[in-house]
């Protein structure tokens, strides 16, 4: 079936260090691939997405990247900060019919000061 | 800007007991998606409706219903509650040709 693998499951660096979560996904259909921070108690919040027409998308400190053919896409943060503290959702999903989004099991990023 | 509504954010409920979760998705969005997540998982899709009508199916026990009412909102019935249906119910929607689907904060169901 459709799975989304996420790595690491928790990642912890210095505050100013890159943080880099990578995922892979299972079916060569999917096209969209949006990526969730979840802080405590809070539902997940979308950050940044990319479609399979793209390679690298950047929106400020935080940029994705896109390898269709190792179905792999990564999540990097630079200039990490304390608020980038949260648990990071990836999920894949397909632009046909209804959009199911596929997540992969998360990495709790913890940036410290 | 309105986002995704979930009500009750809290809810206690003891085992065999019935359960609905009430979600209202952003104005103009006509798909909403249900998930759950229990402690320390990612989300798992349970059930998705466009437009009233079921369009997607994930791991959703027996024990569990939803459906999408003419304003858009969606209840999903949860019955004959297990401990194990404790966790956070998440509600997304999103508007059929747009990709980008928006979370509600949750509701946390814990049956004791």
Redesign the interface.
């Known amino acids: 079936g459709e799975n989304v693998e996420?790595h690491p499951s928790t990642l912890s660096v210095q505050e100013g260090d890159s943080a880099v979560i990578k995922c892979t996904y299972s079916d060569s259909a999917s096209n969209?691939f949006?990526w969730?921070k979840q802080e405590l108690g809070?539902?997940?919040?979308?950050i940044i997405?990319i479609?399979s027409n793209v390679g690298e998308k950047k929106d400020q400190r935080i940029a994705v990247t896109l390898n269709k053919t190792a179905k792999h896409f990564s999540l990097h943060i630079t200039e990490t900060q304390p608020e980038d503290s949260a648990v990071y959702?990836c999920a894949a999903?397909k632009?046909s019919?209804?959009?199911?989004?596929?997540?992969?099991?998360?990495t709790r990023l913890k940036v410290l000061a | 800007a309105a986002g995704v509504i979930q009500s009750p954010r809290h809810l206690i409920k003891e085992k065999r007991e019935t359960a609905t979760l009430k979600c209202y998705p952003i104005p103009r969005h006509d798909t909403v998606y249900w998930y759950q997540q229990g402690p320390g998982q990612d989300p798992q899709f349970l059930i998705s409706f466009y437009e009233k009508m079921q369009s997607d199916k994930g791991s959703i026990p027996d024990r569990f219903s939803a459906q999408q009412f003419s304003d858009y909102h969606s209840e999903l019935n949860m019955s004959s509650l297990e401990l194990g249906d404790s966790a956070l119910y998440f509600c997304a929607s999103s508007s059929q040709g747009d990709t980008e689907a928006f979370f509600g904060q949750g509701t946390r169901l814990t049956v004791v």
Do not use: H, M
């Open positions: 996420q969209y949006p969730y809070k539902g997940p919040q979308l997405d479609r959702f999903s632009t019919g209804t959009y199911k989004y596929i997540f992969g099991t998360g």
